[in-house]
């Protein structure tokens, strides 16, 4: 048996993001801005985990639809190509959520609930002991999610890093017990070895934990401390103009850069290095340089990424915006239902379930 990690020659790759609110800065460097480099060489899908952000918001129904919209809006401001990157709409791709059942059957519930990831955002988002079955599970569901589409690498943020390793494990725990996998075969050569499922790798962006304006949490959607690609640059300003610089200090009192969440942004958003290196100088030193003067140059920088992006979401913004972003959400998910049917298809079959072939005629 072929997996089929490689179409047309090309390696694929999958990752996406819950319609938990608005994409931000930190989704830019964390994970957007490698999926927009990554769509010329690769098989790319993004998934839009709509299933998953009712986890958290299952009484906000309308505010989740909504979401999934604006954040098409941000993929294809930030320069995601429709027609040759396939987007995914989570709830209407079945074969997720039935390959989600099975995965459930290969990872203890204990290795689930010390995912050190769930345990922060347990933490973060103040769920405290109430929050629904379905919570822990989303990060099986997330397994399912990967493996549907069979990729080579998944770009995302450090946070999905713990995430991806349960994937691997759960890839690997499949071909031994359904696939005849040696369990001491390397990697790599899963799919040399008869494997329905290869062992994918994260690939982590050029910043993989970029803080929030609060200076303290990672930047995130629902923690209200994000930069979102979306902002005016009147509401970058302000946003980043109230941030705290980790100190209280003068423009000639020598000052800590490394304590001041301005100066994470700064590297990583101001192109000329040299520039921030004599910036980073002359704080510390104390060398006339004032607080609002370097959170200037880092809006000024903040504006420039921005500024493309909103002229391409202009496009999406007015009537119909919304009906168009649908058709491509469609367009892509009938794709992508052709490649997880085919996925589930070579899964059930090693599982011994292949009773009858389904046409799913998804439109
Ligand atoms: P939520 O608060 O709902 O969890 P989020 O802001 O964490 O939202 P996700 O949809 O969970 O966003 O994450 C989408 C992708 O963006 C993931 O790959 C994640 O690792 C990455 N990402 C999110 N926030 C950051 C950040 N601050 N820095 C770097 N990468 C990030
Ligand atoms: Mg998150």
């Not at 490689?6 to 790759?13: D, F, H, I, L």
């Not at 050190?116 to 405290?128: A, F, Q, R, S």
């Not at 499949?174 to 001491?184: A, I, M």
């Amino acid at each position: 048996m072929t997996t089929t990690s490689q179409s047309a020659g090309k390696n694929r790759v999958l990752t996406g993001d819950t319609p938990t609110g608005r994409l931000h800065l930190g989704h830019w460097v964390g994970s957007v801005e490698q999926r927009v480099k990554m769509q010329d060489d690769y098989d790319c899908y993004f998934l839009l985990a709509n299933m998953h952000a009712f986890t958290t918001r299952a009484d906000q129904p309308g505010d989740i639809r909504q979401d999934t919209l604006e954040i098409v809006k941000d993929w294809l401001a930030a320069g995601i190509d429709p027609v040759r990157s396939t987007i995914v709409l989570q709830t209407e791709v079945p074969a997720i959520a039935e390959l989600s059942w099975y995965f459930a059957m290969l990872i203890p519930f204990n290795r689930v609930m010390r995912n050190p990831t769930l345990k922060t955002e347990i933490e973060t988002k103040g769920l405290g002991d109430s929050y629904p079955f379905g919570f822990p599970m989303y990060a099986v569901g997330q397994c399912a999610d990967i493996l549907a589409f069979r990729p080579e690498f998944v770009p995302v943020g450090e946070d999905q890093v713990a995430h991806i390793e349960m994937c691997r494990e759960v890839a690997r725990r499949f071909d031994q017990l359904y696939c005849g996998v040696d369990s001491h075969a390397e990697d790599e050569a899963y799919e040399q070895s008869g494997a329905v499922f290869p062992v994918p790798k994260a690939l982590v962006g050029k910043v993989g934990r970029l803080i929030g304006t609060d200076g303290t949490n990672k930047m995130s959607k629902s923690l209200n401390n994000a930069v979102f690609l979306s902002d005016t640059p009147k509401q970058v300003k302000k946003k980043i103009n109230a941030m705290y610089p980790g100190q209280s200090r003068e423009p000639d009192e020598p000052g800590d850069p490394s304590i001041n969440p301005v100066f994470q942004y700064a590297d990583v958003f101001i192109k000329d290095e040299a520039f921030v290196a004599e910036l980073r100088e002359r704080y510390t030193k104390g060398d006339n340089l004032g607080d609002g003067h370097v959170k200037a140059h880092v809006i000024e920088a903040v504006n420039e990424l921005l500024e493309p992006m909103r002229a391409r979401r202009a496009e999406y913004e007015g009537p119909g915006g919304d009906d168009a972003v649908i058709d491509i959400i469609r367009a892509g998910t009938a794709r992508a239902n052709a490649t997880a049917e085919a996925t589930l298809y070579a899964a059930k079959e090693a599982m011994k379930l292949d009773f009858g072939r389904r046409d799913l005629n998804w439109r």
